[in-house]
């Protein structure tokens, strides 16, 4: 009888190695329930995005998104999340990911518009640029139809903000050292063909074009028989803001007045007035390479990832706060969680991502969450 124990025991532990080395070599398997509140990092290396839970920090699935993913984006329910495939031009899809399923779905295949880099979601959709084609564009899920583009005519549109009514975008333009705002106007687009009125629109003698007063449509207006009208839905007027070198990083702030922009190779930030359209402040910020800047959801702080630090701005007095040196170079990616309590940046050259307690701007926690992590996201189950 002891024999046949011993036996069972030594065949279960067998199984249960197994089962553990299963677990090990298979780490996209979804093992873990998906928490409510998600950090999301891709990782440039692995590619690969990583779930994790904040509450620990511990990384709970690893899910594969395709070739050199560099930005991504959660749906505004959680649900979904959306990678930017951007090798400098050389891609041009968005992978998409379950979150709650962990695991990817088909891409989305952009076409022509190659590059994708910087990613929103805001009135149900997925804004993007696409920094190859020097445009930015809108990707329905609904639909599964690219339902919008709009060229900027600028070099490197790399990152973009869209304001909540989706009426209003900003972008930065790297190479171009510029930012475009684009605002959404009422009406119909277009106007009356180029070249001469037609003869019944001209001015007959009372200073009025014929049709005004007599029920007649104006030219480009009319329906059979003359010029087809413009598409429904507005206009966008576009004003080009230009800035320091290297305008990559941005943010809005929270009560939607202003943008600071970080300029990676002069070291500066400007300060933009979005009401006005103009800089009102260049910081010398001695922040050389800095790709990131956000802002707290208080709007008292600014956090600008640059090479191997952390530098934080009092947004009121635009001074520096204080300079956190954390990695030993490549700051990436910068998140704040809603509630203010924490930011996350991505050191890719170190290969962690810092946990920063924005109370004592102390370094709290690192994270592994795959190689060369550079793109954060926050993501939360509704």
Not at 212 to 231: L, N, S, T
Request: aromatic fraction near 6%; charge should be negative.
């Amino acid at each position: 009888m002891s024999f046949l124990r011993a036996a069972l025991l030594a065949v279960c532990a067998v199984q249960f190695a197994t089962f553990a080395i299963a677990q090990q070599a298979a780490p996209n398997s979804p093992i873990s329930a998906t928490p409510t509140a998600m950090l999301l990092v891709l990782s440039k290396q692995d590619h690969t995005l990583a779930i994790v839970d904040p509450a620990n920090l511990h990384v709970i699935a690893r899910v594969p998104v395709g070739d050199d993913p560099h930005e991504v984006v959660a749906s505004s329910d959680g649900h979904t999340a959306y990678v930017s495939n951007y090798g400098f031009g050389q891609f041009h899809t968005l992978t998409v990911v379950d979150l709650i399923g962990q695991e990817a779905e088909p891409q989305i295949d952009l076409g022509a518009l190659r590059g994708p880099h910087g990613l929103a979601f805001v009135q149900g959709k997925v804004w993007f640029t696409a920094e190859a084609a020097k445009a930015i564009g809108s990707y329905d899920p609904g639909s599964s139809k690219i339902n919008w583009i709009m060229g900027t005519g600028q070099n490197r549109t790399h990152m973009i903000y869209v304001f909540p009514d989706g009426k209003k975008i900003l972008t930065t333009n790297v190479s171009s050292a510029t930012v475009t705002i684009l605002e959404h106007t009422e009406g119909q687009a277009g106007g009356p063909p180029p070249g001469p009125p037609p003869s019944d629109a001209r001015d007959h003698g009372n200073g009025s074009p014929a049709w005004q007063g007599a029920g007649v449509p104006p030219p480009g207006m009319r329906g059979p028989g003359g010029p087809p009208p413009g598409p429904p839905g507005g206009d966008w007027n576009e004003t080009v803001i230009p800035v320091g070198r290297g305008s990559e990083g941005f943010d809005v702030s929270p009560d939607g007045k202003q943008a600071w922009v970080a300029n990676a190779w002069d070291g500066t930030v400007s300060v933009i007035d979005i009401s006005a359209k103009k800089v009102t402040a260049t910081l010398q910020a001695n922040a050389r390479g800095a790709n990131r800047l956000k802002f707290t959801p208080d709007g008292a702080k600014a956090l600008i990832s640059a090479g191997a630090e952390l530098i934080v701005f009092d947004v009121a007095t635009q001074k520096e706060l204080k300079r956190i040196r954390i990695g030993r170079a490549g700051g990436g990616g910068v998140l704040v969680q809603p509630d203010g309590r924490r930011a996350y940046v991505a050191f890719s050259g170190d290969g962690f991502v810092a946990v920063i307690d924005l109370k004592t701007l102390e370094v709290v926690g690192k994270i592994d969450a795959g190689g060369n992590p550079d793109g954060l996201a926050w993501a939360v189950q509704q």
